[in-house]
């Protein structure tokens, strides 16, 4: 091969990387995912980290109680990271195709075989228990009175004697 058409070809290849570079960058900044629950109470979007951007819960919400709500937000979120995530890996299939870094990238979106957040347990919190009745103070006696004796300080070294110890 002939030097000129080396250069040729190595700059081609240098130009495609940049643009698919260039792309990439574009496409991660737009890789953001919202999701919704199906009853539309709850609405998430993340980052293409996975990153928590925004919820939004809608006027049902409220009547879900807290554990209800809690597994809601959480299968919402879930839906919106792997959303985000399948996003990323779109964006950097270009520029890594058939390389380990594409291949790490794609094992960290979650398989569907995990368990969704609706079959984990959000239990709901136990009451916390009643408070007891106040107990009325006892009796104030004239020994109270007398605040607490205290004991004798220690004597300090010397100044000069203080500077053996401590030579700055």
Do not use: C
């Not at 080396?6 to 990439?24: C, G, I, T, V």
């Amino acid at each position: 091969m002939d030097p000129q058409q080396w250069l040729d070809n190595f700059e081609a290849k240098l130009a495609d990387l940049q643009r698919k570079s260039a792309d990439l960058q574009d496409n991660l900044a737009n890789s953001q995912a919202t999701a919704s629950s199906p009853d539309g109470s709850v609405t998430v979007t993340v980052g293409p980290n996975g990153g928590l951007v925004n919820i939004q819960l809608g006027h049902r919400a409220t009547d879900l109680g807290p554990a209800r709500l809690t597994a809601l937000i959480m299968q919402t979120a879930g839906a919106a990271q792997k959303q985000a995530a399948q996003k990323v890996l779109a964006a950097f299939e270009p520029l890594g195709e058939g390389t380990e870094a594409l291949r790490m990238v794609s094992d960290a979106i979650p398989d569907d075989d995990v368990p969704a957040a609706e079959d984990r347990d959000y239990a709901e919190p136990e009451p916390e228990p009643e408070p007891e009745p106040a107990r009325p103070a006892p009796a104030f006696h004239a020994q109270q009175a007398r605040p607490p004796s205290r004991p004798a300080r220690g004597s300090r070294p010397a100044d000069d004697e203080d500077d053996d110890n401590q030579p700055w």
